[in-house]
């Protein structure tokens, strides 16, 4: 049996529970899954100096992990390249996870963002991967990650993401958050196209890593 870290770089129990609730279709495989958050980090990781004050505190729980992958589930990847350095197994960053796996699913993706100021950071992203090219477009459902927690945003998903196949010509759709898995099937049931939450994504990812006993990056 493989372990797998999920690792919420926020200090939010409540995203934590939803990572758990949208992985249980991953929980009945011969991995043991399990999701933590970090105490020090701040409740939401919604701007650059949220990502910044978020890395040192991946870095040390990286270092220090006792797993056979580990994913970094924000989908901002705050310092990957910083935590695959530090850590002795493979590390996913569920953002790239999530645009690999909208590749092999249609041409160009759209992003549901949850703030604004995601959007830029989210192109930065996709330049440093050369992606951006396969961007239809980014768009927000302008909400914090203690408003999304509280409330149901199928309906304001549902919205945007209809934007993003009807005017931006998306033909997959990437929730660009780690708190909105729970509603991937009804979403992707009202769109009737494929719709791709990240920390599914991350974690599927990571388990195949497990299974072929990939090594980090700092052996």
């Given amino acids: 049996m493989g372990?797998?870290?999920?690792?919420?770089?926020?200090?939010?129990?409540?995203?934590?529970?939803?990572?758990?609730a949208c992985?249980?279709?991953?929980?009945?495989?011969?991995?043991?899954?399990?999701?933590?958050?970090?105490?020090?980090?701040?409740?939401?990781?919604?701007?650059?100096?949220?990502?910044?004050?978020?890395?040192?505190?991946?870095?040390?729980?990286?270092?220090?992990?006792?797993?056979?992958?580990?994913?970094?589930?924000?989908?901002?990847?705050?310092?990957?390249?910083?935590?695959?350095?530090?850590?002795?197994?493979?590390?996913?960053?569920?953002a790239e996870a999530a645009y690999l796996a909208a590749l092999g699913l249609g041409p160009r993706f759209g992003i549901v963002s949850l703030g604004p100021s995601s959007i830029a950071r989210h192109r930065r992203y996709l330049e440093k991967l050369n992606l951006q090219a396969r961007l239809a477009g980014d768009r927000s459902i302008d909400m914090t990650i203690v408003q999304l927690v509280a409330t149901d945003v199928v309906d304001r998903v549902c919205a945007i993401a209809t934007q993003l196949r009807d005017k931006d010509g998306a033909d997959v759709i990437i929730l660009g958050c780690a708190g909105l898995g729970s509603y991937r099937e009804a979403i992707q049931d009202r769109l009737r196209l494929p719709v791709v939450d990240p920390v599914q994504a991350g974690v599927a990812l990571a388990c195949t890593h497990a299974d072929l006993r990939y090594v980090g990056r700092a052996q």
């Fill in 3 to 20: 372990n797998i870290l999920v690792i919420n770089p926020n200090s939010s129990k409540a995203v934590t529970r939803s990572m758990e």
């Fill in 23 to 94: 992985l249980e279709p991953l929980f009945d495989r011969r991995h043991a899954i399990r999701c933590i958050e970090l105490a020090k980090s701040p409740p939401g990781i919604e701007t650059d100096e949220h990502v910044d004050e978020v890395i040192p505190y991946l870095v040390e729980a990286a270092r220090n992990a006792r797993a056979d992958a580990i994913v970094v589930s924000c989908f901002s990847d705050p310092g990957i390249d910083a935590v695959r350095a530090a850590a002795n197994v493979p590390v996913t960053g569920i």
